[in-house]
């Protein structure tokens, strides 16, 4: 339905619509970035390049929120939560030790509050021009496949395969992200994400059936 509404909207709008969504994907893929023209080649360059795909992305949809309403933030329950812990965040920077170190972070973690508003930016053009549970669900699937690609990568650094970086933890795999801990981590959040999204589907499909049919719903949870 969404992308129907979307071929009927003019040129210039419908462009901005697909430049935020090709850039919300592509921010999925920076986990598999690195560049060794960097002190952390592994933590900055990822951080660099998101903090411009966001501003773009947030360019681009002021101007598309600006002329289309159907487009501007939902005020849900989620981004209030989200809305809610950026404000604290933010309020403990100002109120914190090091006003510098809490806002901007430090250039081995690329953290700090600045960061957390970039994240906070990256949430609301998502909520905002992602309006259908299969246009989430696509940009879940695109992440799903990087961390697959990550996964395939730390796999190749076990074998040592001779022309692929290898790992900087040693036998603790590190992929590209630099860090065997976070690896972990980024691997574990794909797979229940990607589990919960497909438990989610099966019971949506048991909701839309029939009254009485609980073989069929049965089926559809278990296959």
């Known amino acids: 339905m969404s992308s129907v509404l979307t071929l009927k909207l003019p040129a210039y709008e419908r462009t901005l619509v697909w430049v935020i969504r090709a850039g919300l994907v592509a921010a999925v893929f920076l986990p598999l970035f690195i560049h060794s023209a960097f002190f952390f080649p592994f933590v900055v360059?990822?951080?660099?390049?998101?903090?411009?795909?966001?501003?773009?992305?947030?360019?681009?949809?002021?101007?598309?929120?600006?002329?289309?309403?159907?487009?501007?933030?939902?005020?849900t329950p989620l981004v209030a939560a989200v809305t809610a812990f950026i404000a604290i965040s933010t309020l403990t920077s100002l109120t914190g030790i090091n006003l510098r170190y809490s806002w901007w972070g430090n250039y081995e973690r690329m953290g700090g509050v600045f960061y957390l508003w970039h994240l906070y930016a990256y949430f609301l053009v998502a909520v905002g021009v992602l309006r259908t549970v299969r246009e989430l669900h696509g940009l879940l699937v695109a992440s799903v496949f990087a961390s697959l690609v990550m996964a395939l990568f730390a796999f190749a650094q076990r074998l040592e395969v001779p022309f692929l970086l290898p790992s900087s933890g040693g036998a603790r795999l590190t992929g590209t992200i630099g860090n065997p801990t976070y690896l972990a981590a980024y691997l574990l959040f794909h797979v229940f994400s990607w589990l919960t999204s497909r438990c989610v589907e099966r019971l949506l499909t048991c909701a839309r059936s029939p009254t009485g049919l609980a073989p069929a719903c049965w089926a559809a949870t278990s296959s």
């Open 45 to 75: 360059p990822k951080n660099v390049a998101f903090r411009i795909i966001v501003e773009v992305l947030l360019a681009a949809y002021v101007l598309l929120a600006a002329r289309r309403a159907e487009y501007r933030p939902r005020w």
